[in-house]
Protein backbone atom coordinates (compact mmCIF):
# COMPACT_ATOMS: atom_id res chain seq x y z
CA UNK A 1 0.00 0.00 0.00
CA UNK A 2 1.39 3.87 -0.97
CA UNK A 3 2.64 5.39 2.20
CA UNK A 4 2.25 9.06 0.70
CA UNK A 5 -0.66 10.63 2.05
CA UNK A 6 -3.22 11.66 -0.45
CA UNK A 7 -3.91 15.25 -2.11
CA UNK A 8 -7.22 16.69 -1.85
CA UNK A 9 -8.15 18.62 -5.08
CA UNK A 10 -10.78 20.90 -5.73
CA UNK A 11 -12.55 21.32 -8.97
CA UNK A 12 -14.56 24.07 -9.25
CA UNK A 13 -16.58 25.83 -11.95
CA UNK A 14 -19.54 28.19 -12.92
CA UNK A 15 -22.54 26.57 -13.88
CA UNK A 16 -22.40 24.95 -17.65
CA UNK A 17 -18.57 24.97 -17.93
CA UNK A 18 -18.79 20.93 -18.36
CA UNK A 19 -17.06 20.30 -14.85
CA UNK A 20 -19.34 16.87 -14.20
CA UNK A 21 -17.87 15.35 -17.52
CA UNK A 22 -14.54 16.55 -16.92
CA UNK A 23 -14.50 14.70 -13.48
CA UNK A 24 -16.06 11.61 -14.95
CA UNK A 25 -13.28 11.85 -17.02
CA UNK A 26 -10.71 12.28 -15.03
CA UNK A 27 -11.98 9.51 -12.10
CA UNK A 28 -11.81 6.92 -15.62
CA UNK A 29 -8.51 7.79 -16.52
CA UNK A 30 -6.67 7.65 -13.11
CA UNK A 31 -7.45 5.11 -10.94
CA UNK A 32 -5.64 7.07 -7.94
CA UNK A 33 -8.14 9.53 -7.41
CA UNK A 34 -11.51 8.91 -6.54
CA UNK A 35 -14.72 10.92 -5.95
CA UNK A 36 -15.77 12.40 -2.67
CA UNK A 37 -19.24 12.22 -1.93
CA UNK A 38 -20.77 14.65 -0.33
CA UNK A 39 -23.93 15.26 1.79
CA UNK A 40 -26.60 17.46 0.46
CA UNK A 41 -30.75 18.68 1.12
CA UNK A 42 -31.36 18.17 -2.46
CA UNK A 43 -33.81 15.28 -3.65
CA UNK A 44 -32.41 12.17 -5.48
CA UNK A 45 -32.42 12.29 -8.96
CA UNK A 46 -33.91 8.79 -10.72
CA UNK A 47 -30.56 7.75 -12.22
CA UNK A 48 -28.57 9.00 -8.86
CA UNK A 49 -27.76 6.39 -5.70
CA UNK A 50 -27.53 7.36 -2.38
CA UNK A 51 -23.99 6.89 -0.79
CA UNK A 52 -22.45 7.15 -4.48
CA UNK A 53 -23.92 10.61 -5.94
CA UNK A 54 -24.29 11.96 -2.58
CA UNK A 55 -25.38 11.24 0.54
CA UNK A 56 -28.95 12.54 0.89
CA UNK A 57 -30.26 13.78 3.70
CA UNK A 58 -32.99 15.89 5.42
CA UNK A 59 -32.18 19.27 6.73
CA UNK A 60 -32.13 18.59 10.17
CA UNK A 61 -29.77 16.32 9.63
CA UNK A 62 -27.18 18.40 7.50
CA UNK A 63 -27.95 21.28 10.48
CA UNK A 64 -26.87 18.90 13.08
CA UNK A 65 -23.45 17.69 10.75
CA UNK A 66 -23.06 21.20 10.53
CA UNK A 67 -23.22 22.10 14.42
CA UNK A 68 -20.94 18.89 15.53
CA UNK A 69 -18.74 20.57 12.86
CA UNK A 70 -18.29 17.37 10.67
CA UNK A 71 -17.71 19.55 7.20
CA UNK A 72 -14.76 20.90 6.22
CA UNK A 73 -16.68 22.88 3.14
CA UNK A 74 -20.39 23.42 3.21
CA UNK A 75 -22.77 26.22 1.30
CA UNK A 76 -26.60 26.78 -0.08
CA UNK A 77 -27.33 26.00 -4.14
CA UNK A 78 -30.24 26.87 -5.09
CA UNK A 79 -31.89 26.50 -2.02
CA UNK A 80 -30.29 22.91 -1.13
CA UNK A 81 -27.64 22.84 1.13
CA UNK A 82 -24.34 20.92 0.05
CA UNK A 83 -20.94 19.91 1.89
CA UNK A 84 -18.34 18.07 1.92
CA UNK A 85 -17.61 16.23 5.50
CA UNK A 86 -14.17 15.38 6.76
CA UNK A 87 -14.97 11.66 6.39
CA UNK A 88 -15.62 11.50 2.70
CA UNK A 89 -11.79 12.47 2.37
CA UNK A 90 -10.27 11.42 5.39
CA UNK A 91 -10.20 7.79 4.88
CA UNK A 92 -9.86 7.97 1.25
CA UNK A 93 -6.20 11.03 1.94
CA UNK A 94 -4.89 8.47 4.54
CA UNK A 95 -4.68 5.36 2.34
CA UNK A 96 -2.62 7.48 -0.42
CA UNK A 97 -5.74 8.09 -2.58
CA UNK A 98 -6.06 11.60 -4.03
CA UNK A 99 -9.94 12.81 -3.47
CA UNK A 100 -11.55 14.53 -5.92
CA UNK A 101 -14.42 17.46 -4.53
CA UNK A 102 -16.38 18.43 -7.34
CA UNK A 103 -17.88 21.63 -5.75
CA UNK A 104 -19.40 25.07 -6.03
CA UNK A 105 -16.69 28.02 -6.01
CA UNK A 106 -18.09 29.05 -2.02
CA UNK A 107 -17.23 25.88 -0.77
CA UNK A 108 -13.64 26.11 -2.83
CA UNK A 109 -13.03 29.45 -1.13
CA UNK A 110 -13.41 27.72 2.39
CA UNK A 111 -11.40 24.36 1.21
CA UNK A 112 -8.88 27.15 0.50
CA UNK A 113 -9.01 28.39 4.74
CA UNK A 114 -9.35 24.87 6.18
CA UNK A 115 -7.72 23.14 4.13
CA UNK A 116 -3.96 25.05 2.82
CA UNK A 117 -2.45 21.57 1.69
CA UNK A 118 -5.51 21.02 -0.87
CA UNK A 119 -5.16 22.10 -4.54
CA UNK A 120 -7.81 23.71 -6.32
CA UNK A 121 -8.25 24.24 -9.97
CA UNK A 122 -10.97 26.74 -11.53
CA UNK A 123 -12.46 25.71 -14.80
CA UNK A 124 -13.31 28.48 -17.30
CA UNK A 125 -15.52 28.56 -20.14
CA UNK A 126 -13.77 29.72 -22.96
CA UNK A 127 -16.18 32.75 -23.04
CA UNK A 128 -19.37 34.39 -21.54
CA UNK A 129 -20.96 33.89 -24.67
CA UNK A 130 -20.11 30.33 -25.01
CA UNK A 131 -21.14 29.86 -21.79
CA UNK A 132 -24.56 31.39 -22.77
CA UNK A 133 -24.96 29.10 -25.75
CA UNK A 134 -24.26 26.12 -23.53
CA UNK A 135 -26.62 27.44 -20.85
CA UNK A 136 -29.18 27.47 -23.66
CA UNK A 137 -28.42 24.42 -25.52
CA UNK A 138 -28.81 22.39 -22.32
CA UNK A 139 -32.67 23.89 -22.80
CA UNK A 140 -33.03 22.84 -19.16
CA UNK A 141 -33.38 26.41 -18.01
CA UNK A 142 -35.64 29.99 -19.05
CA UNK A 143 -34.12 32.55 -20.08
CA UNK A 144 -34.04 34.36 -16.28
CA UNK A 145 -32.63 31.11 -14.95
CA UNK A 146 -29.79 31.58 -17.49
CA UNK A 147 -29.12 35.05 -16.79
CA UNK A 148 -28.83 33.90 -13.32
CA UNK A 149 -26.48 31.26 -13.78
CA UNK A 150 -24.25 34.04 -16.01
CA UNK A 151 -24.37 36.64 -13.94
CA UNK A 152 -23.04 33.74 -11.14
CA UNK A 153 -20.88 32.59 -13.35
CA UNK A 154 -19.32 36.39 -13.42
CA UNK A 155 -19.01 36.48 -10.15
CA UNK A 156 -17.21 33.26 -9.51
CA UNK A 157 -14.78 34.24 -12.08
CA UNK A 158 -13.86 37.20 -9.77
CA UNK A 159 -12.80 34.87 -7.29
CA UNK A 160 -10.15 32.96 -9.91
CA UNK A 161 -6.69 34.06 -8.01
CA UNK A 162 -7.61 32.46 -4.82
CA UNK A 163 -7.03 29.10 -6.97
CA UNK A 164 -3.77 27.32 -7.68
CA UNK A 165 -4.59 26.74 -11.16
CA UNK A 166 -7.24 27.94 -13.93
CA UNK A 167 -7.33 25.57 -17.02
CA UNK A 168 -10.20 26.58 -20.03
CA UNK A 169 -12.27 24.05 -21.00
CA UNK A 170 -13.17 24.58 -24.77
CA UNK A 171 -12.58 21.52 -25.59
CA UNK A 172 -13.27 18.36 -23.78
CA UNK A 173 -9.78 16.21 -24.54
CA UNK A 174 -7.18 18.94 -23.82
CA UNK A 175 -9.21 20.28 -21.21
CA UNK A 176 -8.86 16.83 -19.42
CA UNK A 177 -5.25 16.25 -20.51
CA UNK A 178 -4.35 19.46 -18.90
CA UNK A 179 -5.64 18.60 -15.74
CA UNK A 180 -4.39 15.10 -15.53
CA UNK A 181 -0.92 16.94 -16.17
CA UNK A 182 -1.28 19.31 -13.13
CA UNK A 183 -2.61 16.00 -11.03
CA UNK A 184 0.54 14.43 -11.88
CA UNK A 185 3.22 16.47 -11.64
CA UNK A 186 1.57 17.15 -7.97
CA UNK A 187 1.57 13.72 -7.21
CA UNK A 188 5.13 13.47 -8.20
CA UNK A 189 6.22 15.95 -6.38
CA UNK A 190 8.94 17.21 -8.57
CA UNK A 191 9.27 20.54 -8.04
CA UNK A 192 10.25 22.29 -11.73
CA UNK A 193 7.53 20.03 -13.52
CA UNK A 194 5.28 21.83 -10.55
CA UNK A 195 6.36 25.30 -11.48
CA UNK A 196 6.11 25.00 -15.59
CA UNK A 197 2.48 24.21 -14.97
CA UNK A 198 1.68 26.67 -12.45
CA UNK A 199 3.16 28.96 -14.87
CA UNK A 200 1.15 28.14 -17.72
CA UNK A 201 -1.87 27.85 -15.97
CA UNK A 202 -1.59 30.51 -13.74
CA UNK A 203 -4.93 31.39 -12.62
CA UNK A 204 -4.10 35.45 -12.98
CA UNK A 205 -3.22 35.20 -16.87
CA UNK A 206 -6.17 33.17 -17.67
CA UNK A 207 -7.79 36.05 -15.98
CA UNK A 208 -6.09 38.29 -17.91
CA UNK A 209 -6.94 36.75 -21.24
CA UNK A 210 -10.83 35.99 -20.74
CA UNK A 211 -11.58 39.42 -19.87
CA UNK A 212 -9.03 41.51 -22.59
CA UNK A 213 -11.45 38.47 -24.99
CA UNK A 214 -14.41 40.17 -23.61
CA UNK A 215 -13.87 43.51 -24.05
CA UNK A 216 -12.51 43.04 -27.68
CA UNK A 217 -15.86 40.97 -28.45
P1 LIG B 1 -26.20 19.23 -8.37
O1 LIG B 1 -27.40 19.48 -7.51
O2 LIG B 1 -26.45 19.59 -9.81
O3 LIG B 1 -25.65 17.83 -8.20
O4 LIG B 1 -25.03 20.20 -7.85
C1 LIG B 1 -25.25 21.57 -7.78
C2 LIG B 1 -23.94 22.27 -7.46
O5 LIG B 1 -23.49 21.92 -6.14
C3 LIG B 1 -22.79 21.92 -8.39
O6 LIG B 1 -22.09 23.12 -8.72
C4 LIG B 1 -21.92 21.01 -7.55
O7 LIG B 1 -20.57 21.06 -7.94
C5 LIG B 1 -22.12 21.62 -6.19
N1 LIG B 1 -21.80 20.71 -5.10
C6 LIG B 1 -21.94 19.37 -5.06
N2 LIG B 1 -21.50 18.88 -3.90
C7 LIG B 1 -21.05 19.93 -3.19
C8 LIG B 1 -20.44 20.06 -1.90
O8 LIG B 1 -20.21 19.12 -1.16
N3 LIG B 1 -20.10 21.32 -1.51
C9 LIG B 1 -20.30 22.40 -2.28
N4 LIG B 1 -19.90 23.59 -1.80
N5 LIG B 1 -20.87 22.32 -3.50
C10 LIG B 1 -21.24 21.09 -3.95
Known sequence: MS????????LAA??????????????ERDPEIKLSVSHT???RRPEEQDGQHYHFVDATEFDRMVRDDSFLEHAEYNDHQYGTSWAA???????????LLEIEVEGARQVRA??????????????????????????TDSDQ???RRIDAAAREIDEITRFDYA?????????????????????????ERIETLHEKFSPK????????QAESA
Open 145 to 147: AIR
Open 89 to 99: IDAGVSKGRDM
Open 167 to 191: VTNRELEACVADILAIIHAERSGDP
Open 14 to 27: PSGTGKTTLCRQIL
Open 114 to 139: RLPKARLIFVLPPSMCELEKRLQGRG
Open 3 to 10: TREGITWV
Open 41 to 43: TRS
Open 205 to 212: DAEERFRA
